[in-house]
Structures are given as structure tokens and as C-alpha cells.
């Protein structure tokens, strides 16, 4: 989130550290070895002798030792500084005094181009630097060097941006910085091991040199075995110099260090000892400092932290330090600061930090400041402040007026500044935009337009972003779009320019990004996202990484990767054996975790489950292993769910045993345990959800559910919802409410299923943009309502719900489904409003025991009597027992053909069998198979219905045999 400039004062900080020798002292000896180069070697016998003491040589103040005055002073003319006769002045130098050379005139010459940078008010450019190190080709530091000359060589150059690195990088540019370092480097190290150096060794000159490796880092330097070491030695005497830092120096070694972790450097020994010397003086110095180090030393500290820094007592001790000081010098921080700050304080409290009293102070302190001086941060500000309002937001920061009018100050820059974004900040702002609507934020006027103005970059960048900024951009799309985005061609665009880019870079993703990504696209796919060529290889190249990182993905992401496979899956994924691996290699990863998922992972990891087994996946014992790890954790937490969740837990329950899952003690102790939370929550679920909850319980009946109290009010408590939210529903939300009230028959009453039913139907009768899923649903359930308005001999009988059956069956026309329950639905539709049936439907033949039992009763009893089985009749599905000469049909009704099997309450398939079979002229005599248990009640049953067939009975009717 932040830019190399953040750290030190301005982007070309002094050192501090100017010459102060007078010119007319001598350079001063040095023990130790020349390296070769172009600086000559001479011998001298006394340069081997062991601990000599440094000798001081006069010379003239106008010694030719001395660089020509041009060479020194600022110079305002670039020219002045790459004459080829300063760099031959300083080899003479060199050259002459030999060993006893300290460096001076190479500094001194080091601080002139540093001045020079000052004096235009920015870094060398890449074409100046290009000139300046075909001339500084020998320019090299040796051993003899001071610790003065070496620490303001390094540090002014990397001030001026003599050690940027600028992409292509010219060779010859490249070897002469690596020349250049490693010889300051060598000599560095010399100078930090020589215990005779160590009264020379200054703490100003510790902090400049390290300053300025993690400057030169931060600039796209490497990190070399050379640039460790010396690093290593710095840390070192950081810590033997403990007492003497000031606060500016304590800011700029925490700076340097947090800079150098940010950048790859290991947290060794020697950096957390270094820090655990600096920390105190955090404390000690905390009214020292100035509002810039403040600024500085809690991004370091929310760097630390974010690199895997424990938060120990001395770092929470040195926060709590600086945090009541913001408030007080709220009006003396920069633009620069303010961005600075809010982003550490929402790092750290990303990282755990508790948003304490004096950290709310300090926010509340510094917001007011963002909206007076908007018009002064730059890109960089905007980007990392629209970020750290999200970022806060996410973490559970409250939306005070504040907060809103500062984030409202800022999202018109974003759209001022757009063409000055980075890569990064590209992706960081289209992530905080998602993040801050996902967590309530209005979508005004404003925010679309911060949107608009964004997507577009995306394209225009679609090379440059890194794995990080690829996977963070699809993931704020997808969470956009998910919050109601428009799919403007803009946003299409930076869709389809992202995928490619997925495939290319996918070696490169971190657990993390393969998470975000998968989520992405099935977020994507699910909110009717074209399945573009594109995102299909994006996923292809996504899943083996599944596999492959499977031991590496935390809990939540874990429980992601599942959600969005099955979303996939769901939306028409195929399933490859990539996909199966993926899958595999997930499943056992539950059943390990158990015990770390939080009530939201645990539905949404049941829901995955269902979802798989409702597309195919097969029900395998690591399948069945990570259900009966999930379910006992569901009555644990049961408190814990919120709405969206009780309704995926149950919807995913009554998947489960749909597809085969056993109705075990368990399971029907988390069916005990969520019911009542249905009422409990009853104000709170979305049209969605009603929906899904009432389909569930319909299809937990279906499978043998008990009419218990919590169950009869939590079907009660839904009912009225429906007619609540009867506006809202989506067509597929229609469809299901019309099934499962459907499928649960005689349960509701037939007045309040009317009453329901009708506003629902004329809904989704009008809407032409119905799927075929959702219109044959409809169309069931619609036909249920008319079997129980024929039933009922008092019934209002009216044509409406007939008209609207005639309706859906007509969209139906040309329409060839593959899955035979649509083919009987089809058939039926066609028999009751006397059509021809355009499909051949296929039904399933079982002839259950006591329906043969009982059969060959009534043939015994009635000999002559012709008796037929399972037999179709009109395309409608098989009786169980036709007496053809009597136009009579026996059905021998099981406990599934009640709801709850109950042998009282007619589930809505029994009801619309019936119905159908009496409008086709039949008499239907239904005997509950509880009537068969015994001979002598079976006997009763057959009496009966000899008696039917001996009076003829004129007319058809329903006789129920109870």
C-alpha cells in the first residue's frame, strides 16, 4: 500500500551528515587492503602494522588534494557535474595519498550531485543518470575510506537516485551500480568489524547507511549476499549504539528496517534484536518527535506487523506511546503524513491491533483533516486513504459522519487524478470500492463515478499488474457486480483482459490469490457472467494449484475454495478430472479442521457439499466423513448463525438427504436444533431465503421429517412471509415457493394456499424471462392447486389457476426434456387440459409388498374379478390396481404419500394422482397401507370395496377405506 517515498522527509532527504572537516586537515590512514580497481596501490611498510595509530598529514588549503570548488558547491547545472576532469582529479587523489586516502573528496563530489538533486527538486532522471555512471565507471571506494566519507558517498548517491533502477535496465548502467556498491559495501563491512573504527563510528552515520540500503532496495536494487551482509553489520552496531539514537535516527532505523523486511530481508536474530533496542526509545523519546517521524515510525511498525512481526509488549507498549501524540499535533501533519497514518492505523488493526480508545481518538483526529486538505494528496495518498477507510470499514469501524464526509471528499480526486495510478493503486482502489459498498456504503452518484472512471485503466494496464494486483482485481469486480454493478462494456472488458492474464501468471499465485480467483469466477458465473473462452481456461489453469497447495490453504480459504467449485459447478463447469483432484484433495481438509470453522464456514461448507452431490459428486466415505464432522459443530454453534445461514443449513440438509445422505440421530438433531431459529429470526430473511427455507421444508418432509411444534411454526412463521414479500421474489424464487407449497398438499390449508398461490402465480405467468427449470416447477405446483380446488366438493372452482396452467404449458411448446420427471410433468399438464402429450414420459415400476399381498387377497375373495397392476393410464403414472371393468382404480398408499407419513395429510403428488384419475372418469379408492397390517382390517378394506363394485356404483368418485 505504500510507495518508496514514504519514510523520510521529502523524496531527496538529507543526511545530516555534511562535511564539517576543515580543508586544511589531512586525510587520515586506515589499516586494511585496497580492493583492485582503478584507484592505484602503493606500499607503504607501515600499512601492515598492527594497531598503529592514525596519523594526521597538513596540507595547504588549496592542496591539489581538494576538489575545484565547482565540484562541491550546489550546482544548478547538471553539466558541471560530469566533466571528465572531476573524475580525474579524484583518481589523482587517490592515487596519491594511496592508502592513507580517506575518502573525503569522493563524498564531498557524492554530496554535490545530492545538491544538485535538491537544488531541481527531484532525482536524477534516467537519461542524467545514464551520463553521470559513464562517468563514475572508476569511480571506487576502498578500505581506507572513513566512516564519514563511506556513509555520505552511499547515502547521497542513493539520494539522487544514482542506484534507481529504471526498467529495461541498460547493462552498462548495471554493472557500473554493481561495481559501485560493492565496493562501498566491502569496505562498510571492513569498517563495522575493526574494533580500532569504533570510537568513528557514529549513530547519524549507522542510520544514514542503512537509510539508504533500504532506499536502493526500495528502488529496485537487489538484494545481493553483499547488501545482507552489510546490512547485518549496521544491525549489529544498532544495537551497541543503543543509548545514543536520537529521535530522528530512531525514526529512520525503524523506517530502514521496516522498508528492508517489506523487501525480502529475513527477520533474523540481529533484525528483531535491533528492534527490540529501538522500541523502548519509542517510549522514552515519544514528545521528541516530529509529526513527520510519527508518521513514519507507525508505518513502520504496521509494516513489521504485517510482515509476521509478533505484536510484543515492547511494540504495544511503543504504539500506545505515539497514538495520543497524533491527536496532539492532529494540524501540523502534511497531506503526506495523514495518508501514511491512516494506512498503519488500519494495517495494524487488520493485524489484530484492537481498536482501542486512543486509536478511535487518533482516527476521529486525523479524518477532519482529509476532507480540508483534499485537493493537496497526491495519487499515492488518495489510493492508500480510500484503502484504509476500507480497510478499517471491514475490521468493524463504525460509519461516523466523519468517515463519510472524508471518503466523500476523496472519491471525486480519484477520478481527478485517474491517470496518475499505478498498477497497485489501481487495484488497491477497485478493491476498497468493493469492500466499502460490500460493507454498507450508498452507491451514490460519486461512487459510481469513482467506478467508471477505474475500470477503464484496468484495460489500459491489463500487462503490468502482478499476480497480487490480478487476483485482487477480479475479486473487486466480482464483489462489485455482486452489489449490483452495472455490466457496463467497460467492466466487461477489464473482465475479459484479466483472464488471459490468470493462465499466464499462474505459477506465480500464493495460496491467498488462487482462493480470491476461483471465488471470483464463480461469483461471476453466478451473477450471469458469459462464459467467455477466457475465464473457462482461467479455471483449467486454476485447479491443479488446488492440489498442489492443498496443505497450504488456511480454514477460510479452504472453506472458499469449496463454495466456489461447487457455485462453479453448479453455473456449468465441467467436471474434469482436475476438478475431481481439486475436490478430492479438499474433502479430507474438513474433517482435519473441524474444529476452527466459524459458524459462517460451517454452512457455507454444507451448502458446497449438497451443491457437489446435487451435480453429480458421488457420496464417498471421505464425503460422508466430512458431513459427520460438520454436523455435530452445527448444534455447537447454532447461536451463532445469521439468517442467510440457517436458511443455506437447512437447504443444504434437505439436499443431502435428497441425494442419499442417512437420516442419522445426528442429522436429525441439527434439523431439531434450526428449526426453531427460523422463528427466532423471522424479521430478517431475504426474499431469497424465505424461499429456499420453504423449499426445504417440503423436502424434508418428502423424506420422512416429523410434524413436530418448531417444524408446523416454522412453516407458519414462512407462509405469512411469502404474502409479506410476495413482490420481491424472483421467478425462481416463485417457482420453488409454488412447488414446496405445492408438494406439502393438505399441511397448509387450502385457503391460505390460494390465497398465496394466486398473487404468484400472475407473477411468474407474466414475466417472460422464466427458465425452463422454473416454468415446469411452476407449472407442478400449479396443477397441485387444481387438484385440490377439484377435490374439495365446496371448493370456489373457478378457471383461473387453469388458465394459468394452459399458460405455462404453452411456453412449454417445442420444448424436448431430457430429464424424465420434466416428461411427466409435461404429460400430466397435457392430460388435465385435455391435449395431446408431446412426450413419452417414463415411470418407475414398484409393486410394493402389501399391495401384492393384498391383490392376491381381493383375487381370492373376488375370483372373478380382473385385476390389473401398475398399469398407465392416459400417459399419467401407474395405478396400483385397475379393476378395468368397473373404470375403478385401487391405490395402496404408503407413508410417503403423506406428509410426514402421517396416513392423514396428503402430500401434493397423492393429491394431483388423484385428481387426475377422477378428471379421466376413474373412481379412486385409496387405502392407507397401515390398513393392511392385519387380516382383519384388510378384510373390512376388501368387504368395502366388493361392495363398490357390487352396487355399480353410478358416477365416479374418491373412497378413502379408513
Given at each position: ?848 409388498q402389501p399391495q401384492t399381498g393384498f391383490r392376491e387377497q381381493l383375487q381370492s375373495r373376488i375370483p372373478s374379478l380382473k385385476i390389473e397392476e401398475e398399469k398407465c393410464l392416459n400417459s399419467l403414472p401407474p395405478v396400483d390396481l385397475l379393476l378395468p371393468d368397473y373404470n375403478m382404480v385401487i391405490e395402496i398408499q404408503g407413508p410417503t404419500h403423506y406428509v410426514s407419513g402421517d396416513f392423514n395429510t396428503r402430500n401434493g403428488s397423492t393429491l394431483l394422482k388423484i385428481a387426475l384419475l377422477q378428471k379421466s372418469g376413474f373412481e379412486v379408492i385409496e387405502i392407507p397401507v397401515n390398513q393392511l397390517w392385519n387380516l382383519d382390517s384388510m378384510k373390512l378394506c376388501i368387504d368395502r370395496i366388493k361392495t363398490r ?14
Open positions: 500500500m505504500d510507495r518508496s517515498t514514504a519514510g523520510i522527509r521529502g523524496k531527496y532527504a538529507r543526511s545530516g551528515n555534511e562535511y564539517h572537516q576543515p580543508d586544511n586537515h589531512a586525510a587520515s590512514s586506515r589499516h586494511g587492503q585496497y580492493r583492485q580497481g582503478t584507484v592505484r596501490r602503493r606500499v607503504h611498510s607501515s600499512r601492515t602494522t598492527p594497531g598503529r595509530n592514525e596519523s594526521c598529514h597538513s596540507y595547504d588549503a588549496r592542496s591539489s588534494q581538494y576538489l575545484q570548488c565547482r565540484s562541491v558547491h550546489p550546482a544548478p547545472d547538471f553539466n558541471a557535474l560530469i566533466k571528465q576532469e572531476i573524475m580525474d582529479d579524484l583518481l589523482k587523489k587517490s592515487d596519491r595519498f594511496g592508502y592513507r586516502y580517506d575518502g573525503r573528496n569522493h563524498g564531498q563530489y557524492a554530496s554535490s550531485i545530492k545538491k544538485y538533486a535538491l537544488a531541481v527538486k527531484r532525482p536524477l532522471n534516467r537519461a542524467e543518470q545514464s551520463q553521470l555512471l559513464r562517468l563514475l565507471q572508476h569511480f571506487t571506494a576502498v578500505r581506507s575510506w572513513n566512516w564519514l566519507s563511506l556513509s555520505t558517498t552511499l547515502h547521497s548517491l542513493t539520494s539522487a537516485g544514482v542506484f534507481t533502477t529504471y526498467r529495461p535496465m541498460d547493462e552498462r548502467v548495471r554493472l557500473t551500480q554493481a561495481n559501485i556498491l560493492s565496493t562501498l559495501f566491502d569496505a562498510i563491512i571492513f569498517k563495522c568489524h575493526q574494533t580500532s573504527e569504533a570510537r568513528y563510528i557514529d549513530t547519524q552515520g549507522i542510520t544514514n547507511l542503512l537509510w539508504a540500503m533500504a532506499k536502493m532496495v526500495d528502488l529496485g536494487q537487489d538484494q545481493t549476499p553483499e547488501l545482507k551482509q552489510a546490512v547485518a553489520a549496521l544491525l549489529s552496531l544498532v544495537n551497541a549504539r543503543k543509548t545514543n539514537f536520537n529521535p530522528q535516527e530512531v525514526a529512520n532505523l525503524l523506517w530502514a528496517m521496516a522498508k528492508l523486511a517489506d523487501k525480502g530481508q529475513k527477520q533474523t536474530p540481529g533484525l528483531k534484536e535491533a528492534l527490540a533496542t529501538l522500541l523502548p526509545h519509542v517510549n522514552a523519546q515519544k514528545a521528541n518527535f516530529k509529526p513527520q517521524e510519527i508518521a513514519n515510525i507507525l508505518w513502520a511498525m504496521a509494516k513489521l506487523v504485517d510482515g509476521g512481526q509478533q505484536q510484543t509488549p515492547a511494540l504495544k507498549q511503543a504504539l500506545a506511546a505515539l497514538l495520543p501524540h497524533i491527536n496532539a499535533s492532529k494540524d501540523n501533519f502534511k497531506p503526506r503524513d495523514i495518508a501514511i497514518l491512516l494506512w498503519a492505523m488500519a494495517k495494524l488493526v487488520d493485524n489484530g491491533h484492537k481498536q482501542t480508545p486512543e486509536l478511535n481518538e487518533a482516527l476521529a483526529a486525523l479524518l477532519p483533516h482529509v476532507n480540508a486538505l483534499k485537493d493537496q494528496f497526491d495519487a499515492q495518498g488518495i489510493a492508500n486513504l480510500v484503502w484504509a477507510m476500507a480497510k478499517l470499514v471491514d475490521n468493524g469501524q463504525e460509519w461516523t459522519p466523519e468517515l463519510e464526509e472524508a471518503l466523500a471528499a476523496l472519491l471525486p480526486r480519484v477520478n481527478a487524478r485517474k491517470a496518475n495510478f499505478t498498477q497497485q493503486e489501481i487495484a488497491n482502489l477497485l478493491w476498497a470500492m468493493a469492500k466499502l459498498v460490500n460493507n454498507g456504503l450508498e452507491r451514490t452518484p460519486e461512487f459510481k463515478m469513482t467506478v467508471v472512471a477505474l475500470l477503464p485503466l484496468v484495460s489500459a494496464h491489463k500487462d503490468q499488474f502482478i499476480p497480487q494486483h490480478i487476483a485482487n482485481l477480479l475479486w473487486a469486480i466480482a464483489k462489485l457486480v455482486d452489489n449490483e454493478q452495472e455490466r457496463t462494456p467497460a467492466l466487461n472488458k477489464a473482465v475479459v483482459v484479466l483472464f488471459p492474464q490468470v493462465s499466464a501468471q499462474r505459477d506465480q499465485f500464493i495460496p491467498q490469490h488462487i482462493v480470491n480467483l476461483l471465488w471470483a469466477m464463480a461469483k461471476l458465473v453466478d451473477n450471469e457472467q458469459e462464459r467467455t473462452p477466457g475465464l473457462g481456461e482461467a479455471v483449467i489453469a486454476l485447479l491443479p494449484l488446488v492440489n498442489a497447495q492443498k496443505a497450504n490453504f488456511k480454514t477460510q480459504e479452504m472453506v472458499n475454495l469449496m463454495w466456489s467449485i461447487a457455485k462453479l459447478v453448479d453455473n456449468g463447469q465441467k467436471r474434469t478430472p482436475e476438478l475431481n483432484k481439486a475436490v478430492a484433495a479438499l474433502l479430507p481438509r474438513v474433517n482435519v479442521q473441524k474444529d476452527y470453522f466459524t459458524a459462517h464456514s460451517i454452512a457455507n461448507l454444507l451448502w458446497a457439499l449438497a451443491k457437489l452431490m446435487d451435480n453429480g459428486q458421488d457420496m464417498t466415505s471421505v464425503l460422508k466423513d466430512a458431513v459427520a464432522a460438520l454436523l455435530p459443530h452445527v448444534n455447537a454453534q447454532k447461536a451463532n448463525f445469521k439468517p442467510q445461514g440457517i436458511a443455506n443449513l437447512l437447504w443444504a440438509l434437505a439436499k443431502l438427504v435428497d441425494n442419499g445422505q442417512e437420516r442419522s440421530s445426528e442429522f436429525n438433531e441439527v434439523v431439531a436444533a434450526l428449526l426453531p431459529l427460523v422463528n427466532a429470526q423471522k424479521a430478517n430473511f431475504n426474499p431469497q431465503a424465505i424461499a429456499n427455507l420453504l423449499w426445504a421444508m417440503a423436502k424434508l418432509v418428502e423424506h420422512g421429517q416429523e410434524q413436530t411444534p418448531e417444524f408446523n411454526k416454522a412453516v407458519a412463521v414462512l407462509l405469512l412471509l411469502v404474502n409479506t414479500q410476495k413482490d420481491q421474489f424472483t421467478p425462481q424464487h416463485i417457482a420453488n415457493l409454488l412447488w414446496a407449497m405445492a408438494k406439502l398438499g393438505e399441511f397448509v390449508e387450502l385457503n391460505v394456499a390460494m390465497a398465496t398461490f394466486e398473487p404468484l402465480v400472475h407473477r411468474i405467468s407474466k414475466n417472460p424471462h422464466v427458465s425452463l427449470k422454473a416454468i415446469l416447477m411452476s407449472l407442478w405446483g400449479v396443477m397441485v392447486c387444481c387438484a385440490r380446488l377439484f377435490l374439495v366438493s365446496n371448493a370456489n372452482k373457478n378457471n383461473v389457476f387453469e388458465k394459468h396452467m394452459d399458460d405455462l404449458f404453452t411456453r412449454l411448446k417445442n420444448t424436448s426434456p431430457d430429464n424424465d420427471e420434466d416428461k411427466r410433468v409435461i404429460a400430466m399438464a397435457a392430460s388435465w387440459l385435455g391435449r395431446p402429450c408431446p412426450v413419452t414420459p417414463h415411470y418407475r415400476i414398484v409393486v410394493s363394485v357390487d352396487i355399480r356404483a353410478q358416477g365416479h368418485g374418491s373412497v378413502s377405506i379408513t
